[in-house]
């Protein structure tokens, strides 16, 4: 077995200090280690995304980097997003948008949505698709995950209700919602 390293990582806000073999996964180290389980692994082989974290802001694939490559950095995942108990602007509008049926894809959907606006915060959909397109659903027909993105980048307001302002292409999905 190879000797362990000590690696700090800042995750969510919170500094962790671990030995960790130098082979280990950083979604290894984020579940198994940290208890980050809403970090997913659907391949490990760099195809599905759902194990999408940032690190230093930036969107990458937690199954594609080793944990002692982010060592002295920042990590944020799905857990971190939500704020005083209150979901991210994403989280709202995936939920209010129907964005999901199992729900697998959703973490890194969201991590890699939130990527894609910070770069830029009025994409068409089609740069909405092309952003996502590292990132695999295989359930909601990606309609309405675009339709989530959008709606945020368009300023909607969710409430407990529902949508308080209504753009045209939630109206478009409206049929779409669920269907696979
Ligand atoms: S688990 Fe990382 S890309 Fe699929
Ligand atoms: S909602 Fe099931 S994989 Fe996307």
Do not use: W
């Not at 030995?19 to 997913?40: I, W």
């Not at 729900?103 to 830029?120: H, V, Y």
């Amino acid at each position: 077995m190879a000797s362990s390293i000590s690696i700090t990582v800042e995750v969510d806000g919170v500094s962790y200090t671990d030995d960790v073999e130098p082979r280990l996964l950083l979604v290894q180290h984020l579940r198994e280690r940290l208890g980050k389980t809403g970090t997913l692994i659907g391949c490990d082989t760099t195809n599905c995304g759902a194990c999408t974290v940032h690190l230093d802001g930036v969107s990458v694939k937690s199954c594609t980097m080793f944990a002692v490559q982010a060592d002295g950095h920042q990590v944020i995942t799905i857990e971190g997003m939500a704020q005083n108990g209150k979901l991210a602007p994403l989280q709202e509008a995936f939920h209010q948008c129907h964005a999901l049926q199992c729900g697998f894809c959703t973490p890194g959907m969201i991590m890699q949505s939130a990527s894609l606006l910070k770069e830029n915060p009025h994409p068409t959909e089609s740069e909405i698709r092309e952003g996502l397109e590292g990132n695999l659903c295989r359930c909601t027909g990606y309609q309405n995950i675009v339709a989530a993105v959008k709606s945020v980048a368009d300023g909607v307001q969710y409430d407990d209700s529902g949508v308080s302002v209504s753009p045209s292409m939630l109206e478009d999905n409206s049929e779409t919602a669920g269907v696979s």
